[in-house]
């Protein structure tokens, strides 16, 4: 068998592209005319063993490349995804937490933590981030002791889209005193408001003013009514939100 048909026969047993295979028959090619030069082409050809046997090593090793390859290649996307975070810690420190640290991943969640921290977990007394736990939070979802402002919003005070705290404000808001679309609490002012004194279109409590008689003067008598201990300065700067009878 010449070299060239027995190149063909072991190429016609290897499942690759043609430009694979336009390699491979180059690098057969020449293995076969090197050896050609002391023994005869025949010679050569023989010792290369049978087509088949041939082509199945070379198929197992052409594929065990292309394995390493997607291997190599998942680990330089990866190492290129941590190359693309940033992080910054100052210098300065408080009981060896960062005065500030910022922690931001592209393609995985970072957490900071510092005095001040931004990341996209962020936790510190001031913390800014997709989830952020701190004293003052804000963020997508965030857990405030002082004020929590963001999408979903837990805190002493509480603004954002769904607002849980002692004062929440926003889409839907639950807390001591509770403002927004549909509020609940035990003073509740909104669109929807169901409290111990109620204030809104759909009112309903025990001390319920709908929207159309809410006034200064009915919106305080019903806070003290239903408090008699409340501070008064504060009775009276709520009401104070409503126009006058």
């Known amino acids: 068998m010449r070299a060239q048909e027995y190149v063909d026969e072991v190429l016609s047993h290897i499942p690759a592209d043609e430009a694979t295979k336009r390699r491979l028959r180059d690098d057969l090619l020449t293995h076969i005319s090197e050896a050609a030069l002391s023994g005869g082409e025949a ?21 065990a490349e292309r394995e390493d390859l997607v291997r190599e290649l998942a680990r330089a996307r990866e190492e290129a995804a941590f190359a693309r975070d940033y992080e910054y810690k100052s210098r300065l420190t408080l009981f060896g937490i960062p005065l500030v640290h910022i922690c931001m991943g592209r ?15 962020a936790v510190g007394i001031v913390a800014i981030g997709g989830v952020a736990v701190g004293g003052i939070a804000l ?3 965030c857990m405030g002791l002082l004020f929590a402002l963001g999408g979903l919003s837990i805190g002493g005070v509480a603004l954002g889209g769904c607002a849980v705290g002692l004062c929440a404000a926003g889409g839907v808001a639950i807390g001591k005193l509770a403002v927004g679309a549909a509020a609940v609490g035990k003073i509740a002012i909104g669109a929807s408001a169901t409290g111990t004194v109620a204030v809104g279109s759909a009112a309903s409590g025990a001390h319920a003013i709908s929207s159309a008689e ?11 009514d239903a408090y008699p201990t409340v501070w008064e300065a504060f009775a009276r700067w709520l009401a104070g939100f409503f126009p006058a009878a």
């Open 214 to 224: 809410a006034t200064r003067d009915t919106v305080y008598r019903a806070i003290v």
């Open 43 to 63: 010679a050569a050809v023989r010792s290369m063993g049978p087509p088949a046997e041939l082509a199945a090593e070379l198929t197992n090793g052409l594929y």
């Open 107 to 121: 393609y995985r969640v970072r957490v900071a933590k510092g005095i001040v921290a931004i990341g996209n977990v």
């Open 139 to 141: 963020g997508g979802v």
